[in-house]
Structure formats: C-alpha cells, structure tokens
C-alpha cells in the first residue's frame, strides 16, 4: 500500500528543465529521467517497472486522468496541468505533455510525458479553483464511479463553456499568460 500522505509542502523547477518519463501500454514506468527521479524522491531502481501513478497527488481529479486517458488511448496528444506527489509528501506542479510511443512498425507501444515548469498565474487564478472544484465533486459521492462521471461532466461543461476542445483550451491559458 503507497502511503498517500502529503506536506502540504510544494517544491520547484526551473523553467528551462524538462521531466520526461515513458511507460508501457498499462502506465507502468519503463523510463524516468534524472529531474523526474529528483523531484519524485525515489531511486530509478524503485520506479521502474511500477505504475505512474505512484507518484499521483490525492487532491488531483479523477476526471482530468480519465480525459487524459481517454485522449491518448484515441492517439492523440494531450497538454494538461497535474500536481504530483514525492515519495516524502512534497508536491510539485507540472505542464504535462502527453503522446504515443510506437515502433518501428507504428504499433503503440506505450506513452511519453514531458513536463515542463507550469505558469504560476495560471495555476492561481484558473487551475487550482478548477481542480478544488473538481475534487470537491468527486468526494460528495460515496459511489466512486458516481463521483466520476460528476466531476467529468463538470470539466466537460466547463471546458465547453470557452468553445473550445481541452488542449485549445489549455494552449489559450498559456498563451494568455
């Protein structure tokens, strides 16, 4: 059982370094790099072969997985905000950017993630009442799933409610900013 607990405590990056990390078709870590195995906490040797979520943050929505999932299950890429926690309970914000891996014969054959530093005014004023919203949706629901599927039609709506599909509206906030 993965120890949930968190800080509180929220750790850096600088803008011009990059985490990237690859997994197989399951989620299951295959490659970490240096910055990732930094800010995680952990040796290469722990996360290798183990899922990705292990380092998922609980105040992170289930639904924003679930479109992410969605979106690169269909093999498309994906942009979207995550907050992800260390080994010790620390967190760290990031910019995920999220595509298909294949070989040489175009088969998919996993996934690959980088992730920059994200933009602290987006964070503020628009990602972290987002996401507290969310996570707020998902817990008033006993039934897991119920609280899912709420939460999902919330991001849906919201998302929506711009006129524009999930990475527009995400590539709008960072060029806004």
């Not at 120890?3 to 370094?17: A, H, P, V, Y």
């Not at 997994?23 to 183990?50: I, S, W």
């Not at 992410?68 to 994906?78: A, G």
Request: net charge negative.
């Amino acid at each position: 059982m993965v120890d949930r607990s968190t800080t509180g405590k929220e750790i850096f990056f600088d803008e011009n370094e990059i985490i990237v990390s690859k997994t197989d078709l399951k989620g299951h870590l295959t490659y970490c790099n240096t910055l990732f195995l930094k800010l995680a906490g952990y040796m290469e040797h722990e996360c290798l072969g183990q899922p990705h979520s292990m380092i998922r943050h609980p105040e992170m929505p289930r639904s924003v997985f679930k479109l992410l999932w969605d979106t690169i299950q269909n093999e498309e890429e994906i942009f979207a905000y995550v907050v992800n926690r260390a080994k010790n309970g620390d967190h760290y914000w990031v910019l995920a950017h999220v595509t298909i891996s294949k070989d040489e014969t175009g088969k998919v054959i996993g996934y690959h993630s980088n992730r920059r530093a994200p933009k602290r005014d987006i964070l503020d004023n628009t990602i972290r009442p987002l996401y507290r919203e969310l996570c707020a949706i998902e817990k008033q629901h006993n039934d897991r799933k119920a609280g899912l599927e709420a939460s999902t039609q919330k991001l849906m709506e919201t998302i929506s409610g711009t006129g524009m599909e999930y990475g527009e509206f995400v590539a709008g906030l960072s060029r806004a900013a």
